[in-house]
């Protein structure tokens, strides 16, 4: 059949059902295209597909009809079975769990509404068809006749597909479970139909530009891509819409997720596609993921695998001090995956520039027309080549990725291992935070940096292949190029060196602040007491202003290297071009554009170079400080010689020490050197050997097993660290240390968890009912118990922050009795405990529980040393002198001074005493004082079942806080326009948008120039070519140093709004949030802050405006190819939401599950010593090691996640470059716009690493603004009270007089708690000395708390010489009154910042009062006087000499008003009459307020308050007190009887 002239190939303006007879159409490529692309062949094919649906449709009906008969007609036997099992469904179902909401089951409708639609779409067609077929005759009627077939076809097909959908609800309606997913052979159905509408539209498309369209087909084309599109979706989710995932996740969903498909058990192929993530992702999108939901990571990948091979390949201690032995262990343990990402590398190198050599290929097939079958062998070549490097791309990251998870747990598990072993003076000279910043910050930097090492060789391999590509175009022009090149990489080499300095700079500030907040953080209460929150804020915010400084600088360098390395391949162009126009080179649009697409994939290996240089430079940093961490000092194990007790010879030695000579090693005291060399400094101390300062000389002591052995003497004296050589704390300079069994430690300082108080007494033992309320009793916690709400499931908060100073000391006992171990080291455990609570411990417990036991226990109180078995007096670090208590008493000395001072404390309650008969008296003690307390508690429980409180919690921390969904617009425009408003978001668009307009503009020149249309003129060429360019730098300068500026600006208002938040914030803050939720965010969320976010979001703004811009180039020269653009776009958005809702949630979850590391990690260093001594070492590591896990599953799955969206969207792109190849060779010429082939294919080529990067960036700029999400949740915390308040601010020497009355005062913590305080009214006159006792828990320190006001009063009045306190500003009340707190707290810093913090006090005032608290001798004997060091938590003083400081404190200040929490309670009785001393002589007019243990110490008040279950029992004199049976009376007798009794 003859064909009219046309500009359409024939088989596209046929309409013939067979092929031409011509050697054209007779070859195979002709034959194909008749096929595919000819409008009678393309129904045949559609038909085809239609009726093969419905083969297979009926198949699948059948077989299920089969199916279901033969379960009927299955014998008599199996019936029953199966009817009770087919019913059983029906009746265990519950009611709502799967049943879909609304939304999901409309989408089920649509569904079927697409199915139904087409099929009448169809049947409309073809009415109207034959219509047209009965008025028509000869070979139009029989073509019209063949298309009524073909819609007869489809119309059935697409019923049959509506019924099968319909089916699904119909099964669900009838009690079976529903169908979660579509049935294969509809999805692939649909796919078809949908594939067919665009390639129908295609051609359709194309008859119209010609002018030569076949009615009503081609329009009827356009209308059936536009119903098809909804049918793409479907196939492609799958989803029924009948089912929703309950986040629950009951046995179905344990069983469906444990058949799930993960990484261990992948096939080959869905390792290669990703697929394996696949379920992950689908849950993502459906609902909020779980935690639970997110699989393990494979075995070798866990921390567990990772630290036992890093262990195992640490370089050998006996060689030479290794150089870089984290290096060394790395690179041995981890070199197969490193080798396997170097090939993958390669791999990728070897496929990449298929792409740019194929342009000159097209150009000139598109110029001088040729075959079809060359034209579909480029596209073939194209399409696989770009697919290769896709798959290659993704793999290098992906394992790159993997590699460096597994050294991110290595290194967080030997991090935490070490701290576990680390000697004290190692640990003092890193300090908490640099320690945490090795963890959190370290570690990282040097995972992230494993796979940017191969960039460091790939990128020179990438530059020599392409420029020897480009010399088989271009010739010997191209050497200019190296100039260019050589020039960039210098340049970026030196301004990286410089920026390593600023780097190290930034990160040593970076550790300051942190270990500055976390000093804030830990001692938050004694700073609200005192007021100094603003010197801590200042010293804070100035170590801000100098760690952003350095940041800054750090930051313009990187400016100035991004600029460099755009303007590179830019330079190299116009270089290049240059040389070809002088040389005489004859430019075409072939060369220029294969030269330009080249250049441009030269773009990402040379950015990437400097990434990695910078990568490389900050982790050469983070190595060296993990070397000098991981290589320090550990503690000595040979030191104490460990023999296991087998509890045969009761006469045989428990622990001995013969000849001991121990020293404290004093490194990171020297903390007082400031300036410009502080880093090195801190490298040189941290790197240098132990310096050691003996402190205990001379140590000759045994105990014998089943000894109570007393250590006695003045503060200072040594004590302490005898406890601490026996353990093998100290470094032991000569002698032996022997001892025999398990130890417990129990330490002066309270080390309690963060859990509940039975997880604490029971530290992963065992359950042993009678055991644990044994100990419960002998460590006198049950009215504790019964007193809290949720008995010992109560949860305690941070460091014991929810529990009184006795209340922690004692469940640290209960821990170490619950033990059962044979040796037990008591540090002052009666110290923080009242007398009577004292005694009954000394009684039920130490000779009870623990009777038979191997005790060593140091103490202040001289009454229980008649009732021990031997004593040890204590002076200048040796031991003066042992024995018994009389023999001691006998030989004077040391001891006799201890027991006189004792007795002098003692002889007024003796006196006290002799004024009724005891025997009369006793009873009523004993009888008095349970019915008092059984009887408040029995009130308390009334209150305690009221409906509110018992929805409280037992949890006092909360969990933490996780924003789920999409991270909203507001964050976006929160941080967008933090520094500069919307100005800054408008001058950031319009300067990306005038930028990227200039790199095409030069691009279009290019193209004009060689288009052959216009005579070439070589100098006009070069000049516009080179204006644009320089135009086009000077924009990239202007902008990226504009979204520096912004980016810093925004961090630092940041900052600054959630420091002032958090250090407004009120006590009860600090109380339910632990530090580490706090740290995280002032560590990584800030640096990502910081660093990453101030980059990303100009990255963002530039990518999508390129990708749009490279979209319209490449489609320019083939306009047809929009089509395949839409659907091809719709798919992306698709991926991209489908990505986003999983990757967010799992990196909110990455976040919730890092910061237990972190406070794990903090709670491990504040008490290895305990953790050690118990030899839980193990333990810890392991729970540590779960607490990474956790956390690298996130990871491990965030990230997989990342590659299967960039992948799909890369073969996306790809997809489309291939459609727009393939028109450009198939379309007629009057189609092309052949001058613009060659830029369109160059920008073509780069369009899919484009779209994946532009997409992934801005799913990692999602992912990164949970960063500024969770800062902002601490930017706007409830405040206390204002610090000052103008209008009320009091005059200056007020209070004059001290006068204080507090009526009807009621306090609780927080709202959903019972009262603590319920109702005190006292009145106490100027100048008065008050003592306050109580039963521990009794509402004592509660008192003090609601005067200072940390705690706001419920209901009730405090009144201070006339003054209503509450109207007053925290500030003014605060730095008013004096405060001895209960923990003697000292600041890292010198005396002098210790005892004048805000520094108004000169060097005499200073010295006067160290000389009135009796430190000057202790001080001057320091050679650096004032300036002597005082390391973190004052870990280089006594606690006795830290109480004394912390009075020295108060005297400086001299205020009206004193309060002395248990002030004394850490030092012994001649220290304890000192501190009474100092204190009645410095303050003799002053009204002081103290609460204490000791009866001696409020024997001489001139009132004493007795508190019991937050009310007041008795207020009067001790004289008054003890003449009448009173509670007070009680303590008075039980403390004079408690040595007899005891």
Known sequence: MEVPSSALPWWLATTACTALPTPAASSIPGRLAFLFLSPCPQRALLAALDLLFLVAALGVTLRARRLSRRRNDDGPDHGLGLDHRAREPLLAKPATTDQAPPPLRFRHGLALAASAVQAAAAVLVLLLLLLALLRRSGTTAGLVAAECAFLAAHAVAHLAAAWVVAAEKNKAAAGAPPARLHPLHLRLFWLATAAFAALFAGCAAARYAAAEPVVPDDPLAFVWLALSLPLLYFAATGSTGLVVDSDGGGRADAAATAAEETYATASWLSLATFAWINPLVAKGSRATLAADQVPPVAPPDTAEAAYALFASNWPAPDSSKPQRPVLTALLRSFWPQF???AVLGVAQLSVMYIGPSLVDRFVEFVRRGGELTEGLQLVAVLLVGKAAETLASHHYEFQGQKLGMRINAALLAAVYRK?????????????????????????????????????????????????????????????????????????????????????????????????????????????KLQALEETFGDKIRQLREEELGWLAKSMYFMCANTVVLWSGPLAMTVLVFGTCVLTGVQLDAGKVFTATAFFRMLDAPMQSFPEAIAAVTQATVSVGRLDRYLLDAELDDSAVEHVDDTGIDTSAVGVEVRDGVFAWDVRGKKQSVEGEDDESEEEKDVEGTPVLETVLKGINAEVRKGELAAVVGMVGSGKSSLLSCIMGEMEKISGTVRVCGSTAYVSQTAWIQNGTIQENILFGQPMHAERYKEVIRSCCLEKDLEMMEFGDQTEIGERGINLSGG????????????????????????????????????????????????????????????????????????????????????????????????????????????????????????????????????????????????????????????????????????????????????????????????????????????????????????????????????????????????????????????????????????????????????????????????????????????????????CQVAWPSVIAVIPLLLLNIWYRNRYLSTSRELTRLEGVTKAPVIDHFSETVLGATTIRCFKKENEFFQENLDKINSSLRMY?????????????????????????AFLMISLPSNFIKKEFVGMSLSYGLSLNSLVYFAISISCMLENDMVAVERVNQFSALPSEAAWKIEEHIPSSNWPTHGDIDIKDLKVRYRPNTPLILKGINISISGGE??????????????????????????????????????????????????????????????????????????????????????????????????????????????????????????????????????????????????????????????????????????????????????????????????????????????????????
């Open 807 to 1114: 209340q922690k000391q004692r469940i640290q006992l209960a821990r170490a009795v619950y033990q059962h171990c044979d040796i037990y080291l008591l540090d002052d455990v009666f110290s923080a405990v009242d007398a009577h609570t004292g005694s009954n411990i000394f009684k039920e417990c130490l000779r009870g529980t623990l009777k038979g036991k191997t005790i060593i226990l140091v103490t202040h109180q001289v009454d229980f040393l008649h009732n021990v078995d031997n004593i040890f007096v204590m002076r200048d670090g040796m031991i003066a002198q042992s024995g018994k208590y009389d023999e001691l008493v006998d030989a004077g000395s040391d001891f006799a001074a201890l027991v006189a001072a004792h007795d002098s404390s003692m002889e007024l309650v003796e006196q006290h005493c002799q004024v009724e008969k005891p025997e009369h008296f006793q009873p009523t003690a004993v009888v008095r004082i349970p019915s008092l307390r059984s009887r408040s508690i029995r009130k308390g429980e009334k209150v305690v079942v009221v409906p509110e409180i018992e929805a409280a919690t037992s949890k006092i921390i909360q969990e933490e806080e996780r924003e789920s969904g999409q991270v909203s617009w507001r964050v976006y425009k929160l941080y967008m326009t933090e520094a500069w408003g919307w100005w800054g978001v408008v001058g950031m668009l319009a300067f990306a948008v005038v930028w990227q307009g200039s790199d095409m503009a030069s691009d279009y020149w290019l193209s004009y120039e060689t288009s052959g249309s216009i005579p070439f003129n070589p100098s006009l060429f070069i000049g516009v070519y080179v204006a644009i360019a320089a135009f086009s730098m000077v924009l990239q300068v202007i902008k990226t140093l504009l979204e520096t500026v912004l980016g810093l600006q925004t961090a630092q208002i940041f900052f600054k709004k959630m420091f002032d938040s958090i250090m407004h914030a009120p006590m009860s803050f600090f109380d339910t949030t632990p530090s580490g939720r706090i740290l995280s965010r002032a560590s990584s969320d800030q640096t990502t802050i910081d660093v990453v976010l101030a980059f990303f979001v100009g990255l963002t703004i530039s990518m999508y405006i390129s990708v749009l811009s490279t979209i319209i180039v490449t």
């Open 1329 to 1542: 000395k008050i003592g306050v006792v109580g039963r521990t828990g009794s509402g004592k320190s509660t008192l003090i708390q609601a005067l200072f006001r940390l705690v706001e009063p419920a209901e009730g009045k405090m009144i201070i010489d006339g003054i209503d306190i509450c109207t007053l500003g925290l500030h003014d009340l605060r730095s008013r009154l004096g405060i001895i707190p209960q923990e003697p707290v000292l600041f890292e810093g010198t005396i002098r910042s210790n005892i004048d913090p805000i520094g108004q006090y000169s060097d005499a005032e200073i010295w006067q009062a160290l000389e009135r608290c009796q430190l000057k001798d202790v001080v001057v004997s320091k050679p650096e006087k004032l300036d002597a060091p005082v390391a973190d938590s004052g870990e280089n003083w006594s606690v006795g000499q830290r109480q004394l400081l912390c009075l020295g404190r108060v005297i400086l200040k001299l205020t009206q008003i004193l309060f002395m929490d248990e002030a004394t309670a850490s030092v012994d009785s001649q220290t304890d009459g000192t501190i009474q001393k100092i204190t009645r002589r410095e303050f003799s007019s002053c009204t002081i307020i103290s609460i204490a243990h000791r009866i001696p110490t409020v024997m001489d008040c001139d009132r004493v308050l007795v508190l019991d279950a937050g009310l007041v029992k008795e207020f009067d004199s001790p004289s008054r007190l003890i003449e009448q049976p009173s509670l007070f009376g009680a303590m008075v007798q039980e403390y004079a009887n408690r040595s007899s009794n005891l």
């Open 419 to 527: 701290s576990l072993r680390l000697s004290t003076g190692a640990r003092r000279a890193h300090g908490a935070g640099a320690i945490v910043n090795y963890m959190e910050v370290d570690a990282q930097e040097v995972a992230d940096v494993t796979h940017q090492l191969h960039n460091l060789w790939l990128m020179p391999l990438e530059i020599a292949v392409a420029l020897a590509l480009l010399y088989t175009h271009l010739g010997p022009a191209v050497l200019t190029a190296v100039a260019a090149i050589a020039v960039v990489t210098v340049v970026v080499a030196f301004a990286n060196k410089l920026n390593i300095e600023y780097q190290f700079k930034f990160l040593g500030k970076r550790d300051e602040r942190m270990k500055a907040i976390t000093e804030l953080l830990n001692y938050i209460r004694v700073i």
């Open 339 to 341: 080798l396997l990402t």
């Open 1196 to 1220: 491990f799955h965030n990230y997989a996640a990342n590659e299967w969206l960039g992948f799909r969207l890369e073969l996306i792109g790809t997809l489309l470059l291939s459609i727009t």
